[in-house]
């Protein structure tokens, strides 16, 4: 089958060939490895709506929304809603619905943003994947592309790099893959989306990213020794590339305890400091009510 060019213009009607629901384009969202993400409405509603060509690719990931729609009572990437065939000059291709996730990308988020939020945001995506692991996948694919924010809350919005432990890592992109960089294989465990969370807060001060050089552990420690991140984050991604942590729970674990010690306001030894910037001091009440909300603690009693 001749690769379509799936630029679909605003308008299209999609018709599924066995449910019949038809749904109206609306803009490119995005592409994927197997197929291009559309904005639809159908009666309304907007969704999002992917297809493709590859019938079995697009079904492992319809199955992959299903199984995430709850895990262990919370939920994890976008809900699934259709999957059917749309007919196209007598052609078959196959599309998926999920529920539309609407938010900013992660590294517009970040801008302006005090450097606590690279830790916060980090801190809730280990959260998530500590889900993801004892349900015995990883996510595979995990990079800011596939990552929007949502009131606050960084949200997963494509599953087609989750992968079974054990088994090899099906969609990677270099930047955040622990092989290219030399630390470790591309075997499915835990430990390999760590490395990728390390590598989005690298981002946060690398936009454009960076290439390997001829010896990439070096590269990658020489752009984290002169990286604009405060000293505590930057252990933490050094103890992380080293092995230290098991799990997305450790990790989390020290990344929380240094963000509560952050948090902590400066003493007030003068009547300056007291008139600190109200916009200031409600960011960081509200970045202390983020962290201390993981262990159900009131930031109020810290602030007191």
Same mark, same amino acid.
Not at 157 to 167: F, L
């Given at each position: 089958?001749?690769?379509?060019?799936?630029?679909?213009?605003?308008?299209?009607?999609?018709?599924?060939?066995?449910?019949?629901?038809?749904?109206?384009?609306?803009?490119?969202?995005?592409?994927?490895?197997?197929?291009?993400?559309?904005?639809?409405?159908?009666?309304?509603?907007?969704?999002?709506?992917?297809?493709?060509?590859?019938?079995?690719?697009?079904?492992?990931?319809?199955?992959?929304?299903?199984?995430?729609?709850?895990?262990?009572?919370?939920?994890?990437?976008?809900?699934?809603?259709?999957?059917?065939?749309?007919?196209?000059?007598?052609?078959?291709?196959?599309?998926?619905?999920?529920?539309?996730?609407?938010?900013?990308?992660?590294?517009?988020?970040?801008?302006?943003?005090?450097?606590?939020?690279?830790?916060?945001?980090?801190?809730?995506?280990?959260?998530?994947?500590?889900?993801?692991?004892?349900?015995?996948?990883?996510?595979?694919?995990?990079?800011?592309?596939?990552?929007? *924010?949502?009131?606050?809350?960084?949200? +997963?919005?494509?599953?087609? %790099? &989750?992968? $079974? @432990?054990?088994? !090899?890592?099906?969609?990677?992109?270099?930047?955040?893959?622990?092989?290219?960089?030399?630390?470790?294989?591309?075997?499915?465990?835990?430990?390999?989306?760590?490395?990728?969370?390390?590598?989005?807060?690298?981002?946060?001060?690398?936009?454009?990213?960076?290439?390997?050089?001829?010896?990439?552990?070096?590269?990658?420690?020489?752009?984290?020794?002169?990286?604009?991140?405060?000293?505590?984050?930057?252990?933490?991604?050094?103890?992380?590339?080293?092995?230290?942590?098991?799990?997305?729970?450790?990790?989390?674990?020290?990344?929380?305890?240094?963000?509560?010690?952050?948090?902590?306001?400066?003493?007030?030894?003068?009547?300056?400091? *007291?008139?600190?910037?109200?916009?200031? +001091?409600?960011?960081?009440? %509200? &970045?202390? $009510? @983020?962290?201390? !909300?993981?262990?159900?603690?009131?930031?109020?009693?810290?602030?007191?």
């Amino acid at each position: 089958m001749k690769k379509p060019d799936f630029n679909l213009a605003a308008g299209t009607t999609i018709r599924g060939k066995w449910g019949h629901h038809v749904y109206h384009v609306v803009r490119k969202l995005g592409e994927g490895a197997c197929g291009v993400v559309y904005l639809c409405q159908k009666n309304g509603v907007l969704y999002a709506l992917k297809v493709g060509t590859e019938s079995s690719r697009l079904m492992l990931e319809v199955n992959m929304l299903k199984k995430f729609s709850k895990v262990q009572g919370v939920k994890l990437g976008p809900s699934f809603v259709d999957v059917d065939d749309w007919i196209v000059n007598n052609e078959t291709y196959p599309f998926y619905v999920m529920e539309f996730i609407e938010g900013q990308p992660f590294s517009v988020f970040l801008k302006g943003k005090k450097k606590e939020w690279v830790g916060i945001c980090a801190m809730q995506l280990l959260s998530d994947l500590e889900h993801l692991h004892r349900s015995g996948y990883v996510f595979g694919d995990l990079k800011t592309d596939n990552l929007l *924010v949502a009131d606050s809350k960084v949200q +997963w919005i494509d599953v087609g %790099g &989750v992968t $079974a @432990i054990g088994r !090899a890592i099906k969609e990677y992109t270099e930047f955040y893959d622990r092989g290219y960089w030399g630390y470790g294989s591309r075997r499915a465990d835990p430990l390999y989306d760590l490395f990728a969370v390390t590598m989005i807060m690298m981002e946060t001060v690398y936009p454009n990213r960076f290439d390997a050089q001829k010896d990439p552990k070096k590269t990658l420690q020489d752009k984290l020794k002169s990286a604009p991140l405060p000293s505590e984050y930057k252990k933490i991604i050094a103890e992380c590339w080293r092995g230290k942590y098991h799990s997305a729970t450790e990790m989390k674990e020290a990344l929380g305890q240094v963000l509560m010690k952050r948090a902590q306001p400066p003493k007030r030894s003068s009547r300056k400091s *007291v008139q600190t910037d109200a916009s200031e +001091w409600g960011e960081m009440i %509200g &970045v202390s $009510a @983020i962290v201390l !909300a993981f262990y159900g603690i009131s930031a109020w009693n810290l602030w007191l």
